[in-house]
C-alpha cells in the first residue's frame, strides 16, 4: 500500500498525525477594499474561529500585512508557504480565472525578514525559498543553508521545475537526488508541475514515494494546491499524506465533490438566503468537511477497505488499480 500514516513531531512538542488536510490562505486572486485591506484578511478572521489543527499562510502575506498576528496562535502547526505563488504568475488548478503575480517586491532576503520575526511561541512548518530555474541538487542546497537555520520549526523542501520553460518537474532529476531529500521533515511538490493527467501526477507522486523509501526516507510529502476531495484522496492513495489549496475557499464541498457555492448555497441552504451568509456558511461547512474526509482517509489505511471512503469508494479503487497497472503491479 502506498498511501501511510506518519507523525509530525514539532520541536515545540506539538504532534500532527497525517493525512493532513490544510485550508489555505492567499491574497492572490481575492479583492483588495479602497483602504487597501485584503479581502484574505477579513476571510482569515472569518475562518479562524472553526480552524483548531494547521492551515497555511503565505509569507509574502505575512510581509505585506495581511495575515493578523494573533491567527499565528490558532491553530496547533502553522505552515508559513515561501511566497513564490503571490509574486509570480503561477496558478494551481482549481483557479477560476488567472491573474498576473504580484508588483510588489519579494525576495529571500524579506522571507528571511518574516521567519525571524515569526512569534517564538506558536509551531510553524517553514517552507523553502521558490527556485524554479535552477537544478534541483542547487535548489536543494540552498534550501539545506536557509533552513538549517530554522532548526526549532519544521522545514519543507519545495522541488521546482528546473526550467521556467518546464510545464512539469523533471522527476528523473528528483529521483537522482533522492537520498538528499532526507535532510527535511517534508518533501513538497506542485500539483499542476507533476503531470499533464490525474494519473500522470498520481504516478509521479508513487514514484517519488518509492524513491525515498528506498533510501529508508519516511518524510512525508505533502501536494501545494491539491485541496479536493477528489483528487485528495487519488494522491493521498498514490503515497502523499499532507494536502493544501485553496479550494475551499473558491467552491463548496457537496456528496464528494467541489461545486459552485451557490448552487451549495440554493441545494443545501435555500434560494432565499442572502450571498454573504451563503459564502461564509460553505467556508465552516468546508472546513467540517475537511476534517470528516481526514477521518475517513485514516480508516481506510486501518485495512485498505475502499468502502470507508463515503462517496466514489469504487471510482477510486479503480483509479487505484489503473495507477498498480502502470507502476507494474499491485503495492
Known amino acids: 500500500m502506498l498511501a501511510r500514516s506518519s507523525k509530525l513531531r514539532h520541536p515545540s512538542g506539538v504532534t500532527i498525525t497525517t493525512p493532513i488536510l490544510i485550508p489555505s490562505f492567499s491574497s492572490k486572486g481575492f479583492s483588495f ?85 515569526l512569534p517564538s511561541d506558536s509551531s510553524f512548518v517553514l517552507v523553502s525559498y521558490d527556485l524554479m530555474g535552477q537544478p534541483i541538487l542547487d ?16 522545514c519543507t523542501m519545495l522541488l521546482k521545475r528546473e526550467q521556467a520553460s518546464q510545464r512539469y518537474i523533471d522527476i528523473q532529476s528528483v529521483l537522482r ?40 526516507i519516511d518524510s512525508p510529502i505533502h501536494i501545494f494546491g491539491s485541496l479536493d476531495p477528489v483528487t485528495t484522496i487519488l494522491y493521498f492513495l498514490s503515497g502523499a499524506e499532507i494536502f493544501d489549496g485553496l479550494t475551499w475557499l473558491r467552491y463548496s464541498y457537496l456528496n464528494g465533490v467541489a461545486v459552485y457555492t451557490h448552487n451549495y448555497g440554493a441545494l443545501k441552504i435555500g434560494i432565499h438566503q442572502r450571498d454573504d451568509y451563503v459564502k461564509a456558511k460553505s467556508f465552516v461547512e468546508n472546513i467540517n468537511y475537511l476534517q470528516d474526509l481526514t477521518f475517513q482517509m485514516r480508516s481506510y489505511l486501518l485495512d485498505g477497505d475502499f468502502s470507508k471512503l463515503k462517496y466514489n469508494a469504487d471510482f477510486f479503487k479503480e483509479s487505484y488499480n489503473s495507477l498498480c497497472s502502470q507502476l507494474g503491479g499491485l503495492r
Open 33 to 117: 477594499e479602497d483602504d487597501k485591506t485584503s479581502e484574505i484578511t477579513v476571510i482569515i478572521r472569518t475562518a479562524s474561529e472553526w480552524l483548531t489543527e494547521t492551515a497555511l499562510v503565505s509569507a509574502y502575506d505575512c510581509h505585506y500585512g495581511y495575515v493578523p498576528i494573533e491567527f499565528y496562535s490558532t491553530v496547533d502547526l502553522c505552515f508559513v508557504d515561501s511566497g513564490g505563488y503571490e509574486k509570480n504568475n503561477d496558478y494551481d488548478l482549481s483557479t477560476v480565472y488567472t491573474t498576473g503575480g504580484s508588483d510588489s517586491v519579494w525576495n529571500e532576503s524579506l522571507l528571511i525578514n518574516v521567519y525571524n520575526s
Open 177 to 216: 537526488y533522492a537520498n538528499d531529500l532526507g535532510r527535511f521533515n517534508i518533501v513538497g511538490l506542485t500539483e499542476k508541475e507533476l503531470g499533464k493527467s490525474i494519473l500522470d501526477r498520481m504516478y509521479n507522486i508513487a514514484r517519488v514515494r518509492e524513491g525515498l523509501d528506498r533510501f529508508g
Open 139 to 154: 535548489q536543494i542546497e540552498s534550501s539545506t543553508k536557509l533552513l538549517s537555520n530554522y532548526r526549532t520549526n519544521l
